[in-house]
């Protein structure tokens, strides 16, 4: 069965650094479009960043060039490094992913979730 398990997570001061990291099983990796989103309670889940299987990029504007997403096609893994956090990046952050790019922003159109890591910033 598929699985997206995401890893990486915790908490960090204001400017500090973490990396998620997302392993995938189940299903044609290369295939599929992957994308971090996150969510704080009360609020709409939120597209963080998207890659496709060329590892062509899509950012959320205020995230763009701190949070650079990657793909490894043969490790079947998605990473997350994010650079100067702000509190307002805490949340929890999930890895998600789709086939087609259409779409990339919109949490519907994603068919295999992971459970989702915590992100904390103080």
């Known amino acids: 069965h598929v699985q997206l398990v995401e890893s990486g997570g915790g908490s960090v001061q204001a400017g500090g650094s973490l990396t998620l990291s997302c392993a995938a099983s189940g299903y044609i990796f290369g295939t599929y479009y992957m994308a971090w989103f996150r969510q704080v309670p009360g609020q709409e889940r939120e597209a963080v960043a998207g890659?496709?299987?060329?590892?062509?990029?899509a950012y959320l504007e205020s995230v763009q060039g701190r949070f650079p997403i990657t793909r490894d096609n043969n490790k079947n893994t998605v990473s997350l490094q994010m650079t100067g956090l702000k509190p307002e990046d805490s949340a929890t952050y999930y890895c998600a992913a789709k086939a087609g790019v259409i779409g990339w922003s919109r949490p519907g159109s994603y068919k295999f979730w992971g459970q989702g890591t915590q992100v904390t910033v103080s």
């Open positions: 890659v496709n299987s060329g590892g062509s990029t």
